[in-house]
């Protein structure tokens, strides 16, 4: 396989194991608060999958409904698709076109993160086990160190050590902060975490 090969299949591995999970759930769980702020789990999921909703045109005429600006659109979007059937909702992680989209500028990889981070920041909450890869993991983990993809959460990393106590993974020196390896991934995108998941001087 290819590397984009290999990334692709973690990426609908992580589509249709959270898929499994939210498929039948009560709403208790639908909605059961996120780790992103002021979104519920239902939020969470009509945010990841609304490339299975929206055509390009569609989704242009949407953001510039918004002028232009993203984060106001995801925030309308979530608020409004949230309502949606929950099977609706589950059918957009099982679709084909999720497993193959990529956010705009993102590639691979960006499709990777986008669908790793926003499943820990359901089944943490939840309190259930992560459901991507170890590799696909790891690969978030270093984009987002080596890669500097932290910077765009306001995250500061230099003169940290960061350990995952559940994978062979690790970054920089100092002191160190150490957890499983979904949680470090949440911490490096300004998340806040549950207490007691992560060991250390929080970033």
Partial sequence: MTDDAVLRSAITTAYL????????AGKDR?????LCEG???REVVAHMTMAARFTEAEFMAELRACDYDFTRLSNAV???DAALPEDTLVAGLRSQVMHHWTPPGGGVRGALNHV??????????????????EQAV???????TYGGGHAHFGVAVDGRALRATDLDWSYGSGPALSGEAGDLASALCGRRLPEGRLQGDPL
């Fill in 17 to 24: 194991s959270l898929a499994d999970l939210l498929d039948g």
């Fill in 30 to 34: 639908w909605d059961s608060p996120s």
């Fill in 39 to 41: 979104w519920r789990v």
């Fill in 78 to 80: 979530a608020t409004r």
């Fill in 116 to 133: 790793v981070i926003h499943g820990l920041d359901v089944t943490v909450p939840l309190g259930v086990e992560r459901r991507a890869p």
């Fill in 138 to 144: 790891t690969t978030v983990l270093n984009d987002l």
